[in-house]
């Protein structure tokens, strides 16, 4: 799956150039496995261009309940939306926000229970990154936001090494390959029903480097920030996607 974080950017008016440009050039893209979360505000809009394709919609995040909490969005509002799909965990969610596994937890949960697909996001800082403690990071984010609730096989993850979003720096793809089959077996040992997740990769992934991430064989996809806000290169990436994977 290939997901576009649009994050805090776009309006009505640069989104309908990118829906435009973007429908123009699906015949060639195809449009399997692709995810677009655009800001809250703009869902509906991005919804409705793309009601007769097959391409889900999501939202960044979303709160653990409904009620007194000014300027959240609630679970029953993503149901209303028609959300198919929301991230939790993003970095910037845990930086900007202090967002921790506790919190981020109770998000995983609430989702299962409203049956919209969790994208899990986890990564490491460069910090541990140099210590050699990436497993270490990835198997207690996991363990402690998941909590032993992985009957769901539409879960996700998202790896993103916190120090190669939007840097241009980016980990070898092999490297990455085996910490996504470490980030499967982590999910498969505490499954009960053997699961092994989508694993998709978000670091600085761009046209260029897209096909040595893809043709890995652990990497299920990607999660793009900045690239996915260019609807040209967003569809370029998917077609190098869909070369390597929908084989």
């Known amino acids: 799956m290939i997901i576009a974080n649009w994050k805090a950017n776009g309006d009505f008016e640069s989104n309908k150039v990118w829906c435009n440009r973007f429908i123009a050039r699906m015949s060639s893209t195809g449009t399997k496995y692709i995810g677009i979360t655009p800001s809250h505000l ?18 960044q995040d979303i709160d653990i309940e409904g009620g007194a909490r000014t300027g959240s969005i609630s679970p029953s509002m993503a149901i209303d939306s028609d959300c198919s799909f ?7 969610r845990r930086e900007i926000f202090n967002e921790d596994n506790n919190i981020i937890s109770k998000k995983y949960q609430m989702l299962a229970k409203s049956h919209i697909k969790p994208v ?15 497993e270490q990071k990835l198997q207690t984010q996991i363990q402690e936001c998941i909590q032993g609730n992985i009957s769901s096989e539409n ?42 997740p989508q694993v998709l990769y978000g670091g600085s992934v761009n046209k260029s480097n897209a096909a040595d991430f893809f043709v890995e064989k652990n990497i299920d996809g990607a999660l793009l920030g900045g690239a996915s806000l260019d609807a040209d290169i967003f569809s370029d990436i998917i077609e190098i996607y869909s070369r390597h994977k929908e084989k």
Do not use: M
């Open 120 to 134: 899990l996001c986890v990564g490491e800082s460069f910090t541990e990154f140099q210590a050699g403690k990436t």
């Open 86 to 92: 929301c991230l939790i965990g993003h970095s910037e």
């Open 42 to 59: 703009h869902f509906n809009q991005i919804k409705s261009y793309f009601k007769d394709h097959d391409i889900e919609i999501g939202f």
């Open 155 to 196: 879960l996700i993850i998202a790896y993103e090494p916190i120090w190669a979003i939007g840097s241009g720096n980016t980990p070898k793809p092999k490297d990455v390959n085996t910490i996504h089959e470490f980030i499967k077996d982590v999910v498969q040992s505490a499954s009960e029903n053997n699961l092994r």
